[in-house]
């Protein structure tokens, strides 16, 4: 060692696994499933389902010194996690951007209030539509990735579809309970289950107890 500095010497047969980065939605099934959430191109994604996976992933951002904001029109399921100091719940369509560094946008409003959908550079924005149709799956496909929640039987051939995935890989999401969710790339579907700390959770079932959360889609 020299000057603070340590030299590693491999065989050329070595390998070395790179470690796990990102923001840790829950367990999958090949283990934890981080998501790579801030990149300098911008991350979209959108989540079909209940508010659930978004407010997990705001309470692990914002512990790790992430700004987070909520654009919101039902602000009481969000106020529990206000107790994180980089938390904010927005209520204009005016949202500022905090000086460098990675940001989480949550959009919670109906769809009829939202505007252009502008990503920013080293920006996550989760576009949450807890109430959502067929012709949604059209938007859903653009985004980087999609987190939906338990999809109605005869929705489950046009999810496949859309995001050129074998049916019979997309059939559990019919029956996935309340703390499972699909997580879909085009051509890839993973299956994950939120993971909460106790903590985390107490701060969840504050936030559940705060309000409705409508989830199913409209037929």
Same mark, same amino acid.
């Given at each position: 060692?020299?000057?603070?500095?340590?030299?590693?010497?491999?065989?050329?047969?070595?390998?070395?696994? #790179?470690?796990?980065?990102?923001?840790?939605?829950?367990?999958?099934?090949?283990? &934890?499933?981080?998501?790579?959430?801030?990149?300098?191109?911008?991350? =979209?994604?959108?989540? #079909? #389902?209940?508010?659930?996976?978004?407010?997990?992933?705001?309470?692990?951002? #914002?512990?790790?010194?992430? !700004?987070?904001?909520?654009?919101?029109?039902?602000?009481?399921?969000?106020?529990?996690?206000?107790?994180?100091?980089?938390?904010?719940?927005?209520? +204009? =369509?005016?949202? +500022?951007?905090?000086?460098?560094?990675?940001?989480?946008?949550?959009?919670?409003?109906?769809?009829?209030?939202?505007? &252009?959908?502008?990503?920013? !550079?080293?920006?996550?924005?989760?576009?949450?539509?807890?109430?959502?149709?067929?012709?949604?799956?059209?938007?859903?496909?653009?985004?980087?990735?999609?987190?939906?929640?338990?999809?109605?039987?005869?929705?489950?051939?046009?999810?496949?579809?859309?995001?050129?995935?074998?049916?019979?890989?997309?059939?559990?999401?019919?029956?996935?309970?309340?703390?499972?969710?699909?997580?879909?790339?085009?051509? =890839?579907?993973?299956?994950?289950?939120?993971?909460?700390?106790?903590?985390?959770?107490?701060?969840?079932?504050?936030?559940?107890?705060?309000?409705?959360?409508?989830?199913?889609?409209?037929?």
């Amino acid at each position: 060692m020299r000057r603070g500095v340590v030299g590693l010497h491999f065989d050329e047969r070595s390998t070395v696994t #790179a470690p796990v980065s990102g923001v840790q939605l829950g367990v999958g099934q090949s283990g &934890p499933m981080s998501l790579r959430l801030f990149r300098v191109s911008g991350t =979209r994604v959108a989540l #079909a #389902a209940t508010v659930l996976p978004a407010q997990l992933i705001a309470i692990r951002a #914002a512990a790790a010194g992430t !700004p987070v904001q909520v654009l919101t029109a039902r602000p009481l399921i969000w106020q529990p996690l206000l107790r994180h100091d980089s938390v904010h719940v927005v209520a +204009s =369509r005016e949202v +500022s951007q905090p000086p460098g560094g990675p940001t989480l946008l949550i959009d919670d409003r109906p769809a009829e209030a939202r505007g &252009p959908a502008e990503v920013r !550079p080293w920006q996550c924005r989760i576009d949450v539509r807890t109430r959502w149709t067929a012709a949604d799956l059209s938007v859903f496909v653009h985004a980087d990735l999609t987190v939906f929640g338990a999809v109605p039987a005869d929705v489950i051939g046009l999810v496949a579809r859309s995001f050129g995935i074998p049916m019979r890989s997309t059939q559990p999401l019919a029956r996935l309970d309340a703390s499972s969710f699909g997580v879909l790339r085009r051509g =890839r579907i993973e299956y994950v289950s939120l993971n909460p700390t106790s903590a985390e959770g107490h701060v969840l079932e504050s936030a559940r107890g705060a309000g409705p959360v409508p989830a199913a889609p409209r037929r």
